[in-house]
């Protein structure tokens, strides 16, 4: 693992598998609560249990910190961050159904 810290609020870490990159979070952090933003996994590992790990390394790093919840939005469409996120224990707190777009004319 590789930790960088961006800013006072927002760290992510890299996940390592035999000095291989093999996934990314990205979260912000108050004084009791972590907003994940982003949790990645490298394609070349995707259906192998990594997302797994990585969520279950973060959430028990970040509770031993003393951390009380952590939070994430999920895209209904990405059936398998989904159901990872439901089979961990996160329950659905709010739907969020409004999507925003803006085009650049060229």
């Not at 870490?13 to 000095?19: F, H, R, V």
């Not at 093999?22 to 249990?49: C, M, R, W, Y």
Request: with cysteine; aromatic share 16%; proline share 3%.
């Amino acid at each position: 693992e590789y930790m960088t810290t961006i800013d006072d609020t927002t760290s992510n870490l890299i996940y390592y598998y035999n000095n291989v990159p093999i996934g990314i979070s990205i979260f912000a952090k108050d004084d009791s609560e972590i907003f994940l933003e982003a949790l990645a996994v490298n394609p070349e590992f995707h259906s192998k249990g990594y997302g797994k790990l990585i969520l279950k390394y973060l959430c028990g790093n970040l509770k031993t910190q003393g951390y009380k919840s952590i939070k994430l939005i999920v895209a209904n469409n990405n059936a398998p961050a989904y159901n990872l996120y439901l089979k961990y224990g996160f329950v659905l707190d709010k739907i969020y159904v409004k999507w925003m777009k803006k085009s650049f004319k060229k």
